[in-house]
DNA sequence: TGATTGACCAACT
DNA sequence: CAGTTGGCCAATC
């Protein structure tokens, strides 16, 4: 359970601060080498079988773009709860994606 | 066991 | 500037 490489992205995604957003890349990197950002991604995929609720919403890709949106049953969920942190999105693009967003290697400091 | 597929990223054409 | 390709590694067929 704590074994699978997908609960080590979990425990770097609850870190994640409430109004704040990472990528899937910046999350592989802080891992290590072996986790590419397709890994994270595909954790991601399975973060619903995670015992604790995962914000998935605050992980976007390198863009900004809530890539993954069409993952949360319901499209525009995404969109919404990044909306109610204060996190401002126009056509599925974070504004200012890089005043939100949150380093997991400057924050967690491996 | 081999082939296909990803909620990605970067480089190339 | 848009589409393609290669690479990353694990899970599914």
Redesign the pocket.
Known sequence: MDD???NRVYEVVKEIPFGRVT????I?AFLG??????????A?????TAADP?P??R?????G?L??????GVPNL?EQLLESEGIHVENDKIIDFEKYFWDPMLELRH
């Open positions: 699978s490489f997908f990528s899937y890349g910046a592989a080498a072996r986790m590419s950002a397709r890994m994270v991604g595909w991601m995929n399975a973060s619903h995962v998935a919403h992980v976007v890709n390198r863009n773009v890539t993954g949106k069409h993952h949360f995404m």
